[in-house]
């Protein structure tokens, strides 16, 4: 996760806690997985804001079942519909999953 | 239908490996910081010979020396599988692959101001060189040797030393330097100076190769339009240009002026569409579309190569020339009508991108996706890509054109995996930013039409806008290329006869209706 973005959700988690909610777009499961550690256990990479900063942030990836049933279908249909006949869905949801179960301090629920 | 011939193209690359471990974006970030030290001792080890960049298939693809159809069809890794010998040469059908020492004279050659100075022997060496290769004219071989760019060594360190130069490598040893443009000028730092002479070095070639592929006369090029990603200017004009005249003049092309267009990696296919309009409205009788290469982008994702054990690809240099004539219907026509434009309400999502750039101008022109036989998006070579973690960009993009189609209806979801397959493209340039964007296809895309295996072809590019931190927009454009008409495009405008026969058939529909 580039410096910028973390700094973003290190802003924003130090304003909401762990109410605030990182959703992933990343359409690789290497990609999303490190993502999701990085807003919960802290930059793996050592190079940015979240170098060892454990925010414990719920993430979901937006292909999480969870988030889909939040998303209006027209909107989906629209803007997602497409990369999720290009992507694997599951799989991303699952990588970031992995990452939530382990070290997430708060789940949507 | 609006439309311009394309009437030749070139293609060229100039290997560049010593220049770009130490001046490419990552490795200087990598030297300067002095946190990367295991890396910045690894790169070397790293770097690929120009013999191994001569048999490397995706760069022959890309200066013409294999056809793309034959490239499609060689075993990968191409790593692990090098061309023989006899595919594997200097010249191919679009281009060159110059070697580094070569290049360095050419950036010599291409200097107003005194900024190259190479080492007099090192420069008579190359001159020599230089002087076998039938792209680079006389003139081009002269100026290699002016005095006034030629210093002895302990000058050369001198200006490194005490006055900000950059030393420029052969063989693990200086052989020249870039000076310093101004002591206080962010704009004119040695740095900036070699990425831009370096740039329109890179441009005069593609540009020469060019002139004589189209068999034009360089005093006969009306005008120029360049496109790469580097920014001439001062600090009182940050990227005031003009890098389209400057590679004009040392071409030879005396008659012609020029300007620039730029827009992250979509400035080619916006300057193509730029160019094809002045061209088919008589606004100039020919243009040249060029674009140099960028030092920046060399070894940019070379950590993650160094890391994972292999070898660093990105080594050259990358260049493209187009040129385009009113179209008389014997050459591949652009079409104008058929434009993808990427609007700043049509949002970021990339079903949003995909459809402004593919689906919309298809359907305009009462066209569908299976009606493009092939597209060409952004054109990176995957075995450079996939290691650093960003995938195969164009099968992703293929792939979500093919998704886009059977949304649309335009085929089968069953069928999806054939229209990925018979209708993508399998990249083959370098990570130089613009130059992927879709251009390089131009080339074997038009000769696939001229050899009557395809008919249509849709180029298209993609620019990272937010990357300049001005807007969080990207851009894109794209353009169909289809295969001459046999009619010159002026004899497609509407006539009288024309005319009288829609009035004929809008009355014959009424009178069928009256009845």
Known sequence: MDLQNQQRVKDAADKYGTDCVVILGSSDAEGAEIYAETVTAG?????????GVSLGLPVYHVFDPI???????????????????????????????????????NVIE | MASVGIKSYAYCLNHAPETGSYYGGTPHEARTSGKEQEYVDALPKHLQTYDQALHYAPNQTYIGGISYEEFESLATPWTDNPLPDEKAQRYGKFGELMPEDEFLGLISACDEFELVWLEPSFAQAVSEKLAKDP?????????????????????????????????????????????????????????????????????????LHLLKNSGLDAKDLDFVIECSEEGAGDVGQRAGGNFAKAIAEVAGCVNASGCDVRGFCAGPVNAMINAAAQVASGARKNIAVVAGGSIPKLYM?????????????????????????????????????VLGKHTVGAGGAPQAVTSALTFEPLQAAGLTFADVDRFAPELQNHEITEPAGAGNVPLANIKMIAALAVMKKAVEKADMMKFIKEHGTVGFAHT????????????????????????????????????????NLADGASFLIEAPTGKPASSSAVTKDDVKALILEALSEVAGKLN
């Open chain 2, 432 to 471: 130089q930013g613009h130059i992927p964007a879709g251009v390089p296809f131009i080339g074997p895309g038009c000769e696939l039409i001229n050899e009557g295996k395809i008919k249509r072809f849709m180029v298209i590019g993609k620019g990272s806008l937010f990357l300049a931190r001005l807007t």
């Open chain 1, 67 to 105: 988030i889909r049933a939040e998303c209006d279908p027209a909107a989906w249909e629209e803007q997602i519909s497409m990369m999720e006949m290009v992507l694997e869905p599951d799989a991303l949801a699952e990588a970031v999953k992995g990452m939530r179960e382990q070290y997430s301090k």
């Open chain 2, 301 to 337: 994702n070379s950590r993650d190569h160094v890391k994972k054990g292999l070898r660093a690809l990105e080594d050259c240099v990358g260049s493209f020339a187009v040129l385009m004539l009113p179209d008389d219907g014997t050459m591949p026509v652009m079409r104008l009508d």
């Open chain 2, 135 to 207: 792209f680079i004219t006389e003139a081009i071989v002269k100026r290699v040797v002016r005095p006034k760019n030629m210093h002895d060594i302990a000058e050369i360190k001198a200006e490194v030393e005490e006055r900000d130069g950059l030393y420029l490598y052969h063989d693990g040893k200086p052989v020249g330097c870039v000076r310093s443009g101004h002591p206080t000028d962010p704009c004119l730092t040695s740095h900036v100076l070699l990425e831009n002479l370096a740039g329109k070095a890179s441009g005069v070639l593609a540009l």
């Open chain 1, 43 to 51: 930059d793996p990479t050592y190079a940015g804001p979240l170098a």
